[in-house]
């Protein structure tokens, strides 16, 4: 079994040639802004923001809509629930009664939700996970919650390969889930089963790695070097949501 990273391959572009130590502050700072967004005016600016940054990064296709999609689901029912719920003034359709306020801010909660997606789009898929992580370590990220973030990212992959192996062996031998007890039954075993060799494996790898040196601390030989356009873009795009909080600010 192979144990190298999986990841996508990362197109080129100028995000991709960004110093990840740079581009992970930078887009932090900016979806700790982002959240913090009230009105639906520069909310929708921010995710036009997020697509931009997308789109500059060389990100397109079903990879990216799916994920925004994902995004855009999770944050649907504050769109569905809020014009029902808020008072003011409101909209009469049919046997329907909305409030403005509510659909508002329920659209301003989506484009925020969305936005932040993007712009985690942005450091997923302009740089490898590796490289990302080792960037947070060099910012001052313990480097315990690296660890346990790089092994997590590289075991969600293998219990993948695990559940799909079981998967194929429960079909060749005739197994169809149903809604009955015995199908529950056997995906619960199957789901066990999963998580026992999952922590057999993690079992052995410690011991590898005790084997081999590791003394609880997280090493990289990735090599960062900063230019001056990576501090710009850093500049740039922090300017950029300084004013999207700046125009939040501003009376409705």
Request: with cysteine.
């Amino acid at each position: 079994m192979a144990f190298g990273f999986r990841y996508r391959p990362v197109p080129p572009s100028p995000l991709a040639r960004w110093d990840a130590r740079w581009k992970l502050a930078a887009v932090l700072l900016a979806a700790a802004a982002v959240a913090t967004l009230r009105q639906p005016l520069p909310s929708a600016a921010a995710l036009l923001l997020g697509l931009a940054l997308l789109r500059l990064g060389n990100l397109r296709g079903a990879w990216v809509r799916v994920r925004l999609g994902a995004f855009a689901l999770a944050a649907l029912p504050f769109l569905i629930v809020l014009p029902f719920t808020l008072e003011g003034p409101t909209w009469d359709l049919g046997l329907l009664r909305l409030s403005e306020r509510g659909v508002t801010v329920g659209a301003g909660v989506v484009c925020r939700g969305v936005a932040i997606g993007a712009l985690a789009l942005v450091l997923v898929g302009t740089a490898p996970a590796h490289h990302t992580l080792a960037a947070a370590h060099r910012l001052r990220v313990p480097g315990l919650l690296v660890l346990v973030t790089l092994l997590a990212y590289r075991y969600a992959f293998l219990l993948a390969d695990e559940l799909r192996r079981l998967r194929v062996a429960l079909r060749v031998r005739g197994f169809r889930l149903k809604p009955d007890r015995h199908g529950y039954s056997t995906a619960g075993h199957a789901v066990g089963a999963v998580l026992v060799r999952g922590a057999d494996r993690a079992d052995r790898v410690a011991e590898a790695m005790r084997a081999r040196g590791f003394d609880g601390r997280f090493h990289t030989i990735t090599a960062f070097r900063s230019t001056r356009w990576d501090v710009l873009g850093f500049l740039a795009l922090v300017l950029l949501t300084a004013v999207l909080m700046a125009w939040d600010r501003l009376p409705e």
